[in-house]
């Protein structure tokens, strides 16, 4: 089992920047592909990046390429979600996920894993 907590959400205005945390236990992360996927109120939950292992990411979603990187850091169980250039758009609920083997996966049904989310609200 692993168990997955993500903090570092919080409100921030429009143009600022956060850094999302995923911090995992019960497994080492290094075995395992992670994402981070997104919640807005009246939505459906979308993936905003997945890495792979021992690396490879990729960023699905138009709207997040070049504001957005995700990285992690096997030593600390860590994955991470720089996120730039907010956008009021991008206020939701983030999730962080894993799922056993190397390869990125995007969607929901391919992680096994997840967080209980933290909030980025972002302000115009």
């Known amino acids: 089992q692993v168990q997955l907590v993500e903090s570092g959400g919080g409100l921030v205005q429009s143009g600022g920047s956060l850094r999302l945390s995923c911090v995992a236990s019960?497994?080492?992360?290094?075995?395992?592909?992670a994402g981070w996927f997104r919640q807005a109120p009246g939505k459906e939950r979308e993936i905003v990046a997945a890495?792979?292992?021992?690396?490879?990411?990729?960023y699905p979603t138009n709207s997040v390429r070049g504001r957005f990187t995700i990285s992690r850091d096997n030593a600390k169980n860590t994955v991470y979600l720089q996120m730039n250039s907010l956008k009021p758009e991008d206020t939701a609920v983030y999730y962080c996920?894993?799922?056993?083997?190397?390869?990125?996966?995007?969607?929901?049904?391919?992680?096994?894993?997840w967080g209980q989310g933290t909030q980025v609200t972002v302000s115009s």
């Open positions: 996920a894993a799922r056993a083997g190397h390869t990125v996966a995007t969607t929901r049904a391919q992680y096994d894993y």
């Open positions: 019960g497994r080492t992360l290094s075995t395992y592909a």
């Open positions: 890495v792979g292992w021992p690396g490879g990411s990729i």
